[in-house]
């Protein structure tokens, strides 16, 4: 189809003989909130794992904006878009929201991790890194140092800094795992307002979030698609309800 952005055929990846995943195929619609979701051990993990080439497939292929990316570094991958959170834009704790944010724009246009030179070079990234940072509503965090950030604002400050890459598309790993209610509702707000026609694969256990967020969703057991659809339509698949039941 031709507005698919991340597309895989047949993804496999064996441990030792133990399929993981196993004959995966999935397409991602561009411009889409997509969730890949599933009961603990349903291979999840592993997919995204082998999306951003953390992991190479035992089979199978991935083409991210048709390109065939299933033999490049996990680098490459990204210089091409597609950006996972949480794992390449770290967070450094000594350095407040907006330093962070600059090291990330800093990066983006090629830069290295040289943010202790002089602070003119830096300032020049000052007003992007600001609106990022108003973006995921950490406006009167920009002095806070990010370790005394709570969680869920830890958790923001590493959406603006994946942001500071502009990526066609953002893999978020659980972007609600362990947050409290307040938390939850503030990323789901800020996913919703930072999406601007980029496309989003997530996986996430918040089944609420999933419902108010995403447009697709792909439903994983044993390695395999199980259902996919609309929230509507997976909620009420017999088989989906079986898999969540351990049934
Ligand atoms: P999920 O994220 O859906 O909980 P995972 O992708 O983490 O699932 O794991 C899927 C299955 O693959 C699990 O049974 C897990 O034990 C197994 N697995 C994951 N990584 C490894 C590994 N490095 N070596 C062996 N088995 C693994």
Request: aromatic share 6%.
């Amino acid at each position: 189809m031709s507005d698919t952005i991340l597309a895989t055929n047949g993804l496999t990846r064996e441990f030792r003989g133990f399929v993981a995943v196993n004959g995966v195929d999935l397409a991602v619609r561009a411009g889409t909130i997509h969730a890949l979701i599933g009961p603990n051990g349903a291979g999840k993990t592993t997919c995204f794992n082998l999306l951003t080439k953390f992991l190479q497939p035992t089979r199978g292929t991935i083409r991210f904006k048709g390109h065939d990316i299933t033999g490049l570094k996990a680098a490459q991958v990204a210089r091409l878009g597609l950006i996972r959170s949480f794992q390449i834009s770290a967070v450094f704790a000594h350095l407040t929201a907006l330093e962070n944010v600059r090291v990330a724009l800093q990066r983006a246009r090629g830069g290295s991790f040289d943010f202790w030179r002089s602070d003119e070079v830096l300032h020049i990234y000052d007003d992007r890194a600001r609106e990022l940072l108003a973006d995921v509503g950490l406006t009167e965090y920009v002095d806070t140092p990010a370790a005394q950030l709570s969680y869920g604002r830890k958790r923001a400050l590493e959406i603006a800094t994946t942001l500071a890459l502009d990526p066609e598309m953002m893999l978020l790993d659980e972007p609600t795992a362990g947050m409290t209610h307040e938390d939850v509702d503030r990323i789901v707000g800020l996913i919703g307002r930072v999406r601007q026609g980029r496309t989003i694969l997530m996986v996430e256990h918040n089944l609420s979030v999933v419902e108010g967020l995403c447009d697709t969703i792909t439903v994983l057991a044993r390695g395999q698609v199980l259902a996919e659809g609309d929230y509507a339509a997976v909620s009420k698949n017999p088989d989906v309800i079986a898999a969540y039941l351990g049934t």
